[in-house]
């Protein structure tokens, strides 16, 4: 859960996929739409890095992101994350067919950001 400094509950963020043996893990994040652009995420996201890649010693994080979320995927290229493939046509939202972006960070990439 992702509060902010007033206690209000603001989003949450949540880890899946992890691989130790591959050093390889995915996450997902969700924003209350009244809360977004506001740093909540970015935050939230370099906090996850942070403990994944210097503490658990994992080498790369994954992340989709649908493809009207253009908050989010600016938010990820800032972070240093390279997008590494599209799945056409995943989503299905707001009458409209949407793609899946794929994005991807290296430890390395992350510690050159």
Same mark, same amino acid.
Request: hydrophobic fraction near 40%; charge should be positive; aromatic fraction near 12%.
């Given at each position: 859960?992702?509060?902010?400094?007033?206690?209000?509950?603001?989003?949450?963020?949540?880890?899946?996929?992890?691989?130790?043996?591959?050093?390889?893990? $995915?996450?997902?994040?969700?924003?209350?739409?009244?809360?977004?652009?506001?740093? &909540?995420?970015?935050?939230?996201?370099?906090?996850?890095?942070?403990? &994944?890649?210097?503490?658990?010693? &994992?080498?790369?994080?994954?992340? $989709?992101?649908?493809? &009207?979320?253009?908050?989010?995927?600016?938010?990820?290229?800032?972070?240093?994350?390279?997008?590494?493939?599209?799945?056409?046509?995943?989503?299905?939202?707001?009458?409209?067919?949407?793609?899946?972006?794929?994005?991807?960070?290296?430890?390395?990439?992350?510690?050159? $950001?």
């Amino acid at each position: 859960m992702i509060e902010n400094t007033q206690g209000v509950l603001v989003g949450s963020i949540s880890t899946h996929d992890c691989n130790a043996r591959a050093g390889t893990f $995915s996450y997902g994040i969700n924003i209350v739409a009244e809360h977004q652009k506001q740093g &909540y995420a970015h935050a939230a996201i370099k906090l996850v890095l942070r403990y &994944y890649f210097d503490e658990l010693r &994992y080498q790369k994080a994954t992340v $989709s992101v649908h493809s &009207y979320n253009l908050a989010s995927i600016a938010l990820h290229e800032k972070l240093g994350f390279q997008r590494e493939g599209t799945l056409r046509r995943m989503v299905f939202n707001r009458g409209k067919h949407f793609d899946v972006h794929w994005f991807g960070v290296t430890l390395e990439e992350w510690q050159r $950001s």
